[in-house]
């Protein structure tokens, strides 16, 4: 690889790693484990206030399951700078120079502007959640949920607002987890939703399973409906949630619609991206047609290892694993990441939901042809004590019986059953071969045959008869 080298202090190297969450603070760190700061210099810019911290958290501590921020942040700041990481907080990158091999940054607080220059640059930007460009959307008591310094700004609202009726905007996880938050906080809560039911990650037809869960929760599910302004008061504040046939009375808002790759840097700098505006990279993470430039975590395109195409799945068990592969090479190691099969779960109250691999709509897309198969069974032996109610969906290819993707709805012990189907996605198994795994089984745990095993069983059949 050629360096320009001596771009450090003293003639080190000098890695610059833009963002400083779950794929850029564990790149650094990686690079930092195989290199010693005599060696290395590191440089990490961040624009917020807080590090290495769980977005993913950020429901349960809103909805009061996790008692305090500081719980969701895995390695402060402090922590860093004690292993020789360069941090620098509030510090907002704007301009990358490819071709000058050096970055642009400006202080957040005091606006000053400087050119660090680097020998290997890791992109880490992340993503920014949809704001749907509607009249109102900038108005006291509308937030999104991305950050910590979001989470503690809707805690405030929380605590301030006298009214006790909240409309969540989307139904996807964080939609649905904020909803479930929001009323265990008391509120009232309505979802409203673009789509036929909540959850698009799942087929409709499971998706109607997490709909009566809300329901039974107190929530309000408004489906296919459209948001078209958020109304305010006289006071300057939200007040309700217009859609083009109703208005929801509103005293707090979130958006929950999803995030989009935050690739306006990269786009600037001329590298690459994909069909969802996401960073392309090759296996080692690195961006392609750049010999020194890594990009990890939400930013950027993963292949599905099922349907062969560049997906866009942000999710923080990715975008850690990006951090250490990144980190490896950056660090003068060899590491890959191979791509993902879409693995998901959640939960709304005692029900859980997993996904992974593909969904009908995404299979009949990229060419498969397939038969569904959906079960009914428990989490346990069904008379030993607190066996639950579990639905399994399964698509199987046509003709080959090769496994293309799970989705399972249930009680307590449903969720992390799609590990196994996780495990035979990305060992091509077909459904004939899932048959015979040898899963534990006692009462306690699993019926005699797995509720994974019986849905193979039966799609097995299936496809035979097709």
């Known amino acids: 690889m050629s360096m320009s080298g ?173 909803a479930e938050a929001l009323i265990n906080r008391g509120f009232e809560v309505t979802v409203v939703n673009r789509g036929k039911e909540p959850m698009s990650t799942l087929d409709p037809d499971m998706g109607r399973m997490v709909h009566r869960a809300m329901q039974g929760l107190g929530i309000a599910m408004v489906n296919n409906a459209e948001v078209t302004k958020i109304l305010t008061g006289d006071d300057g504040r939200v007040r309700a949630v217009a859609t083009e046939h109703a208005e929801y009375p509103a005293d707090l808002v979130v958006l929950g619609i999803g995030v989009r790759p935050e690739t306006a840097l990269a786009r600037a700098a001329g590298l690459p991206l994909g069909a969802h505006g996401g960073l392309l990279t090759d296996l080692a993470m690195r961006v392609r047609g750049h010999e020194n430039i890594w990009a990890g975590g939400d930013c950027v395109e993963v292949l599905n290892l099922v349907s062969g195409q560049e997906q866009y799945v942000p999710l923080g068990t990715h975008a850690n694993k990006h951090g250490q592969v990144i980190g490896t090479n950056a660090g003068g190691g060899y590491a890959t990441f191979p791509g993902v099969v879409g693995t998901a779960v959640s939960k709304v109250c005692d029900l859980e939901i997993a996904r992974t691999g593909l969904r009908e709509k995404d299979a009949r897309r990229v060419g498969l042809r397939f038969e569904t198969v959906t079960i009914e069974s428990t989490s346990r032996a069904g008379y030993y004590p607190g066996a639950a109610p579990m639905t399994v969906k399964m698509l199987a290819e046509l003709r080959t019986g090769r496994l293309l993707g799970v989705q399972i ?13 996780a495990v035979a996605l990305t060992a091509q198994m077909t459904v004939e071969q899932m048959t015979a795994l040898d899963l534990g089984y006692a009462p306690p745990f699993s019926p005699v045959w797995d509720p994974i095993l019986v849905a193979a069983r039966k799609a097995v059949s299936k496809v035979r008869a097709a």
């Open 409 to 421: 709805v249930g009680r307590e012990g449903a969720a992390k059953r799609v590990d196994i189907a």
């Open 6 to 178: 001596g771009r450090g202090s003293g003639g080190r190297e000098r890695l610059v790693v833009i963002g400083g969450d779950a794929a850029g603070m564990s790149a650094a760190s990686q690079a930092r484990r195989l290199r010693g700061p005599e060696e290395l210099e590191i440089v990490a810019f961040e624009r917020g206030h807080s590090t290495s911290f769980s977005a993913c958290g950020i429901p349960y501590w809103v909805g009061g399951e996790v008692p305090e921020r500081d719980r969701l942040i895995a390695r402060t700041p402090e922590e860093h700078r004690a292993r020789g990481i360069d941090l620098r907080l509030r510090t907002e990158v704007t301009e990358i120079d490819v071709p000058g091999q050096r970055v642009r940054a400006r202080d957040v607080d005091s606006g000053a502007e400087s050119w660090t220059p680097y020998d290997r640059l890791v992109i880490a930007t992340g993503a920014r959640p949809v704001r749907p460009d509607l009249p109102g959307v900038d108005a006291p008591g509308v937030h999104g949920v991305q950050t910590l310094d979001d989470g503690q700004a809707l805690l405030d609202t929380l605590a301030r607002t006298r009214g006790r009726r909240a409309v969540v905007v989307g139904a996807g996880y964080i939609g649905v987890e904020m």
